[in-house]
């Protein structure tokens, strides 16, 4: 066993106290339990877990929850965290749907299911640096690396101290569990593994001997990428690990991530990177974690059929709840329909119950998009075997020949540190050139977008307030501000809200409203796609091909550059540069000497040259035929898919079908028994019909007998009576009436108008005494008057 040092007293390091009493060390747990108080739970050392190496190393969560830090925000609610131990997880959403926040919380070790014996690392977007050199930096970074070392001279003292108190554990064994766990670790290699590591992410000899502190803030985000790698935790959480790398960096990233043994979430934009590494996708949607398998094409793919099938289950039950409701409505009040009625009731409540299928809402899909330039008569800027260095003795570019147009799409390709930057701020006239000239176009109006555009922005401005600051000798409106903005999708309370406060792809479109407030004719991007999420990028694509002027830029997205450049510029690390239309010759051009061994002799360079494009063109054939491989293996899966629906949709239509003819013959034999019933009911409504109507008939038969026979003896008792008095008023009737009806026809006298002179009792005397007038009052006609006097005065001479 190693000595200890002598002369140092034994401190309190070796007893753990606590108020309320001491910790007990559970064996089975593996963690400090304290009345199970889990929000004062402690890692155990990982030294003291027995068969580390052996443990499963796989992550369930359940009901979590995640708030919004400062805001309160619900992010995740009862929601299922799981990771499998060796798959590498790529987190998706939207902006600000909570990816960073998720990383941080699991970094924090407050989740209680979290195991406790997990080593967990999340790369920070950059670290404080010291005087210490990068490899050094790197080899020393890992935490437990110092705490076995401070524990290792703990237990020393415990050790050497001269009184005999016992600390509860044996220091011997622990010494050794410690020398085991530093052999696990690899300490003795820590400097080698390091110096590969930073190789890989594209540190020079010349840059590993720079101190970490002299470093820019892109490179020292890779000493933190660097610092992660080196660590190898049970959980590495990278955030937009591609950031400030070049292609070869994010290249031998892939391979490194690819043949990484233990877990990893990844946060990137790039989509290229996500489907060459990821094997799951975890997309946070409606505050939920949903798992898919697969790269980020898969996903998009599985995505995307789950959607249309869901559209499909909900327009399919949407349609058979209306029919179930209108048949109900139109069947309630019918007695025979009654048992059908309950029926399509408690079906509509049991749906209820399992749960109705949700609607499918389109993604809310970012748009924006650049003001329209003026009219530009000439080029923007034409490059002439321009040269440049930043010292006499090393030029960064030679015999540079380029030119710039409206129409132009320009990626600029190159490693780290070859001139690209340069490049642009030479075309921006923020360096003048040291041989050749640049022509630039006076009329010309640049918008130029750096990696570091959210250093510019006051955070506690509104986006408002930003534009009117920064542009004062224009007197910016406030609806002018708020128009503007409005086209790089920033509306409403965003406008109005602190800078601060917003998410990084809202920052970043702060930026481009500024950038482009001046119209201008060419954008000059470096890194743009740098702190967007996918979405923003997506939008940036779609306003960019949209965009009338120039495009240049600096990329290291793959994905970003295929679908906007037309045209590649190359610089390769010796100054040479060269226009390229093919992406992938570009590149071969930028980026071979970094595949390079032996640089010494032309034609050997020439020769790596050619293997490397040999290996590019078996890559892609491999990748092809596994590409092909995949979509073949997709299609036949989708073709699975879609005759297991088929199948599941005949059965189900051949069920619906069986019962809807079962109902319809069911239907037809209670209408058939309904009929018979209505039948045999109009039949016995129509007999006692008929029985009343005879019974009516006859009663009215009876009753006109009756009264024929009573107006018979009623007529013949009048006819009686008026023979009678017939009778009686010829024997009573006077002797100059009787005359006047003989002699009527004589003297042309009317019956009627002796019919007068008898209804008034005209007798003899009266005729004779009564004058024309009298006569005439009776209503007699003056010729009839004349004809009876004259026949009265004959009777009576």
Not at 232 to 239: F, G, I, Q, V
Request: net charge positive.
């Amino acid at each position: 066993m190693p000595k200890g040092k002598k002369g140092k007293k034994k401190g309190n390091k070796g007893k753990r106290q606590k108020k309320g009493g001491e910790k007990k060390f559970d064996e089975t747990k593996k963690v400090f339990n304290a009345d199970d108080d889990y929000e004062k739970i402690e890692k155990t050392p990982l030294y003291l877990v027995e068969n580390l190496a052996s443990i499963k190393r796989d992550v369930v969560v359940d009901e979590l929850d995640m708030v919004e830090p400062g805001k309160g925000k619900l992010l995740l609610a009862k929601t299922r965290l799981k990771l499998a131990q060796g798959r590498n997880y790529g987190l998706c959403g939207r902006n600000g749907i909570g990816k960073t926040t998720l990383l941080r919380l699991i970094a924090s070790g407050s989740l209680k299911e979290f195991p406790a014996y997990l080593k967990v690392l999340h790369v920070r977007q950059e670290v404080p640096c010291d005087d210490r050199k990068v490899v050094q930096f790197v080899a020393e970074c890992d935490e437990e690396y110092k705490f076995l070392k401070a524990e290792e001279e703990r237990l020393y003292d415990i050790l050497e101290a001269e009184d005999d108190e016992d600390p509860g554990f044996d220091p011997q064994d622990r010494l050794e569990k410690i020398e085991a766990r530093r052999r696990d670790l690899g300490v003795d290699q820590a400097t080698a593994r390091a110096t590969n590591i930073v190789i890989g992410l594209g540190f020079t000899n010349e840059m590993r001997e720079k101190k970490t502190s002299d470093l820019s803030g892109g490179w020292r985000c890779r000493v933190a990428l660097a610092c992660a790698l080196f660590v190898a935790p049970d959980l590495l959480l990278l955030d937009e690990p591609t950031n400030h790398l070049d292609f070869p960096g994010v290249t031998w990233l892939e391979e490194y991530l690819k043949n990484y043994k233990n877990t990893c979430i990844i946060v990137s934009h790039d989509k290229t990177f996500l489907n060459n590494i990821s094997t799951d996708i975890i997309h946070i949607e409606n505050q939920k974690l949903n798992y898919y398998k697969g790269n980020y094409k898969a996903f998009e793919r599985t995505r995307a059929e789950m959607r249309r099938t869901a559209e499909k289950a909900y327009e399919a039950q949407r349609l058979k709840i209306s029919h179930m409701k209108q048949f109900i409505e139109r069947y309630r009040k019918d007695e025979s329909k009654a048992s059908l009625v309950q029926s399509r009731v408690k079906e509509l409540q049991k749906m209820e119950r399992e749960g109705l299928c949700e609607e499918v809402k389109d993604d809310k899909k970012l748009s924006f998009r650049f003001p329209e330039p003026t009219k530009l008569d000439h080029d923007i800027a034409r490059i002439i075997d321009m040269d440049f260095g930043y010292n006499p003795d090393k030029l960064v570019l030679k015999k540079a020949n380029f030119n710039v147009t409206m129409k132009d799409r320009v990626g600029v390709l190159g490693v780290n540190g070859c001139g690209k930057s340069t490049l642009l701020k030479l075309i921006l006239k923020m360096l003048e050139p040291t041989e050749g000239k640049i022509e630039f176009n006076r009329y010309a109006r640049v918008a130029y977008f750096t990696q570091h555009h959210m250093d510019h922005l006051d955070p506690k401005l509104t986006p408002v307030e930003f534009l009117q600051h920064k542009f004062k000798e224009d007197n910016v409106k406030t609806h002018e501000a708020r128009q503007h903005l409005g086209r790089f999708a920033l509306s409403g309370d965003l406008q109005l809200q602190p800078i601060g406060s917003l998410s990084g792809g809202q920052k970043s479109r702060v930026s481009f409203a500024a950038l482009t407030w001046k119209h201008p004719h060419v954008l000059v991007m470096d890194e743009p796609t740098n702190h967007l999420d996918i979405e923003t990028i997506e939008a940036l694509i779609e306003a960019v091909k949209e965009f009338k002027g120039g495009i240049i830029m600096v990329s290291h997205d793959q994905y970003f550059l295929d679908n906007i450049a037309e045209e590649f510029w190359g610089i390769n690390d010796e100054g040479e540069s060269k226009a390229f239309l093919d992406l992938d010759e570009a590149k071969e051009f930028s980026y071979a000497s970094c595949f390079e061994d032996n640089k010494s002799k032309k034609s050997s360079n020439e020769s790596k040259r050619q293997q490397i494009k040999q290996r590019q063109k078996e890559r892609q054939a491999q990748k092809k035929a596994e590409k092909k491989a995949r979509e073949a293996k997709a299609r036949q899966e989708m073709r699975m898919r879609e005759e297991k629906i088929r199948i599941e949709k005949e059965a189900k239509a051949l069920k619906d079908r069986e019962a809807f003819e079962k109902e319809m013959k069911e239907r037809g034999i209670r209408e058939e028994e309904e009929r018979k019933r209505k039948k045999e009911q109009e039949r016995i409504q129509r007999e006692k019909e008929e029985a009343e109507r005879l019974k009516r008939e006859k009663a009215e038969e009876e009753e006109r007998k009756r009264k024929a026979a009573e107006e018979a003896k009623k007529k013949a008792e009048e006819e009686a009576k008026k023979a009678a008095e017939a009778k009686a008023a010829a024997a009573a009737e006077p002797e100059t009436l009787k005359k006047l009806t003989a002699a009527a026809k004589d003297f042309r006298i009317d019956m009627d108008t002796i019919d007068v002179l008898r209804e008034n009792e005209i007798d003899d005397d009266d005729i004779l005494d009564l004058s024309k007038k009298d006569l005439k009052d009776l209503g007699i006609k003056m010729a009839q008057v004349v004809r009876i006097l004259k026949a009265a005065n004959s009777f009576s001479s």
